[in-house]
């Protein structure tokens, strides 16, 4: 079952790589507002997968397991505006997120591993401080 | 002009990024959501009673090891077999300890951030907006205020 998932993450890799949305400079020059190029891959993915979606919701198709398909978006908390702002600058400082970042580091960029590092690093500062944190 | 080896444009790459979200769905009822792979190395390198605090149910997940790790393969394939001229993607500066401490940083915003907003691009920009989510979407929008506030400093300060 993991197989399926192991060959949809390479040909996602394959895109990512591709497309260049794992450049630290193409997102520079988003962030910039010196070419779309960023902009348009998001708006496009979103009206694609919206799109997939509401077909999937209206022809009622089940997962290959027999599962009715889950649709639940995840649910509002006070940390969803400060954490997106967080990670907005760790975006443009490495020019990578969280999918990006395993690409880079397949596609020779190694220094991209002592930012996977900060990550899990940054992903326990987050569980062990979490209680204190507005939720 | 050979497709394979050329930059792909935005027009072919956004509908594919796109379609991961049924593709996802319908394969195994997965949301397509890659910022919870922090937590997951976390939980696999920490001793189990340190790991506990991370809350993380490593076989429930189990799915999103593999994806990430072809997507490692899939940069590597991307830049390597599937290219005439390999592409940089980080700038010189970041091959120095200096420029390496400065990714170091960044990581730690970019694993504290998304697992505080729960969620990054793929999750919230990606899934949660394709989901229609009024939350993923303010997400999204504090993403952008990060990026911007801080493009737009260090082009001004440093």
Redesign the interface.
Known sequence: ?????????????????????????R??D???FNE??MY???????????V??Q??KRTG?H???G?P???K?????K?????????????????????P?????????W??V???????????????G?TR?PH | MNFFTE?????????????????????????LG??S???H??SI??PKAKAA???YDVRKN???????????????????I?NDN??????EI??SFS??V???????????????????????????????????L???????????????S??YLF
């Not at chain 2, 390999?86 to 700038?91: D, E, I, K, Q, T």
Request: proline letters at 3%.
């Open positions: 079952m993991n197989f399926i998932f192991l060959i949809f993450g390479i040909l996602f890799g394959i895109v990512l790589t591709k497309s260049e949305v794992i450049s630290w400079f997102i520079h988003m962030f910039l779309a190029h348009l891959i998001i708006g496009a993915a979103v009206v694609v997968g919206a997939s979606v077909l999937l198709v997962s290959v397991n599962q398909l889950n649709f978006g995840k649910d509002y908390h940390g969803f505006i400060p954490g997106g702002i967080i990670f907005g600058i760790g975006w443009a400082i490495t020019g990578a997120c969280p999918g970042i395993f690409a880079q580091i397949g596609a020779g960029e220094p991209a002592v930012t996977l590092a900060g990550a899990v690093l940054g992903a326990w500062l987050y569980h062990a979490k944190l | 930059t792909w444009n935005w027009y072919i790459a956004g509908p594919l990024i796109g379609l991961f979200v049924p593709a996802l769905l319908i394969a195994g009822n997965k949301l890659l910022s792979s922090f937590e190395i976390c390198i920490l605090v991370l809350n189990g799915w999103k090891y593999y994806f990430v790790l072809g997507i490692l393969i899939g940069g590597f394939v991307g830049n390597f599937m390999r592409v940089a993607f980080l700038p970041y091959h420029g390496m400065k990714l170091f940083t960044g990581g730690i915003l970019v694993g504290f951030g998304t697992r505080y907003a729960n969620g990054c691009t793929s999750g919230h920009a990606i899934t949660g907006l394709s989901l229609l989510n009024p939350a993923s303010k997400s999204t929008i504090g993403f952008f205020i990060g990026g911007l506030i801080y493009t737009w260090a082009i």
